[in-house]
């Protein structure tokens, strides 16, 4: 009877950490395998459900406890405490959920999980259940901090400069945060460490980014695991346009302002707009901020910067009404849009690897201010790799100063420079473009995938 009903390939539940970042490209990839006739069940926590926007999908949600229902993360007293709760409340409920799922008659075949909850393996496996670790950053990263797991790479760095196979000469400042600043966030450093506890036990490791991006990264890691790369994971509007109507990821923690940055923007000229984001958890200080704004006061560039709430009072007195012949400063909005504005010259970026991803696939020059994490280790590939942008250099203080925000706008958007920069952001935009594109090489590693699951249902059925 269940047979009869079936009517998708196989059904896979997919588990994002829980912050806006890790959610859009595994509700990205979600769409991908619904696409593809999978049946998907997204999993997030019971917090983070309650206060998502998001816009009717056929993906289906359900939910999980992090063991802070009513507040999410800002209800716990440290970043430790939401860890430690959550890893040991989390396997619980999601072992709970594939009950739930199996005795509705909907049983799960495969979890996708976000690499930094291993756990999620380890429970899937009690239920017999393949498991695909999803990478969400960089395989340059994933790298790092494999290295970092199996105590290959000592800390804290002492050399001047690093090499690691399939990576490029890396000097300590171009690390991880976590591991070149060695014991400024030991919470998150165990997590991203903690990626590989168990990794060799997944039935998949899944990395959004595409083959030609990271070529000799991901050469050495299928020497390892089942390697497939399978990005970028971003709606398909803005690369293949096979999937009707996806102009966005589809869920938002933050409230968007597109109207009023659309209108701004249709009233600039082509080329002319320097976009500001620093992301959905990047947290500037004071000094920054201010450095930031004079810089962009400066220039002769027009701007358009996105300022969280949270870190509205940061922003000068009085500079929004001195500017505004010059520039917007928006609470958030929808960077694929703004990205894909032909106002929009180049985008100041804290180089995480959405917005990393996101201008490469639209062909937008970077000014590289990484902030914290693997931003680093992204900005060198920006500049020294992939040719795409400049990276703003820091004092001794680690503050980008006015100047030079002032000269690296200048430089991408009107120097010598900048015309190279351009071509080859156009380059990597077309290559984004064929790898997910059909018979690209990311499309054809989520067709094998997706084959792999259902011969292992076809194995499982026929030996029941």
Request: hydrophobic share 40%.
């Amino acid at each position: 009877m269940e047979k009869e009903q079936r009517t998708y390939k196989a059904h896979c539940l997919v588990l994002p950490y829980p912050t806006q970042g890790h959610i859009n490209p595994l509700f990205q990839f979600s769409k991908l395998l619904d696409h593809k006739q999978v049946k998907v069940t997204l999993v997030t926590t019971r917090f983070i459900y309650k206060t998502m926007h998001r816009r009717s999908s056929r993906i289906e949600l359900d939910t999980i406890s992090d063991g802070y229902d009513e507040g999410g993360k800002d209800e716990a007293e440290s970043i430790q405490a939401y860890i430690d709760r959550f890893w040991l409340v989390g396997p619980q409920t999601l072992a709970e959920l594939f009950e739930k799922l199996s005795s509705s008659g909907c049983p799960v075949d495969c979890i996708v999980y976000d690499s930094v909850l291993p756990w999620a393996l380890d429970v899937a496996k009690k239920f017999g259940i393949m498991g695909a670790s999803f990478f969400t950053q960089s395989c340059a990263a994933d790298n790092i901090y494999y290295h970092v797991n199996k105590g290959l790479l000592k800390l804290p760095l002492n050399e001047s400069e690093i090499s690691l196979p399939g990576l490029p000469p890396l000097l300590p400042v171009d690390f991880p945060s976590f591991i070149y600043d060695f014991g400024s966030y030991p919470a998150y450093f165990d997590v991203v460490v903690g990626q590989f506890s168990n990794v060799d036990k997944a039935d998949w490791v899944l990395c959004n980014t595409f083959y030609e991006l990271e070529e000799q990264v991901v050469d050495w890691m299928i020497d390892f695991w089942p390697v497939k790369t399978i990005g970028p994971t971003i709606p398909s509007y803005y690369l293949d346009k096979r999937l009707e109507d996806d102009k966005d990821y589809g869920t938002n923690l933050f409230k968007p302002n597109n109207d009023a940055c659309m209108k701004w923007l249709n009233e600039q000229p082509k080329g002319s707009v320097v976009y500001v984001s620093f992301g959905s958890g990047s947290q500037v200080d004071v000094e920054q901020m201010e450095e930031m704004a004079w810089g962009l006061r400066r220039g002769k560039i027009k701007f358009l910067w996105v300022v969280r709430e949270s870190e509205a009072a940061k922003v000068p007195k009085g500079f929004i009404e001195e500017t505004t012949e010059k520039g917007l400063v928006v609470s958030w909005c929808s960077q694929l849009e703004v990205l894909a504005h032909e106002a929009v010259g180049c985008f100041i970026t804290h180089c995480g690897w959405n917005s990393t991803m996101e201008a490469l696939s639209l062909g937008v020059p970077l000014v590289a201010m990484p902030q914290r994490s693997e931003q680093s280790t992204n900005a060198k590939y920006i500049r020294d790799v992939w040719k795409i942008g400049v990276k703003a250099e820091a004092d001794e203080k680690g503050i980008v100063r006015q100047g030079e925000v002032e000269h690296c706008i200048s430089e991408v958007m009107e120097g010598e420079r900048g015309k190279e920069i351009q071509w080859n952001a156009l380059k990597w935009r077309e290559l984004a473009r064929k790898a997910v594109d059909e018979g690209g090489s990311s499309d054809k590693n989520i067709d094998e995938f997706i084959a792999k699951v259902v011969q292992h249902i076809m194995a499982g059925a026929l030996l029941h």
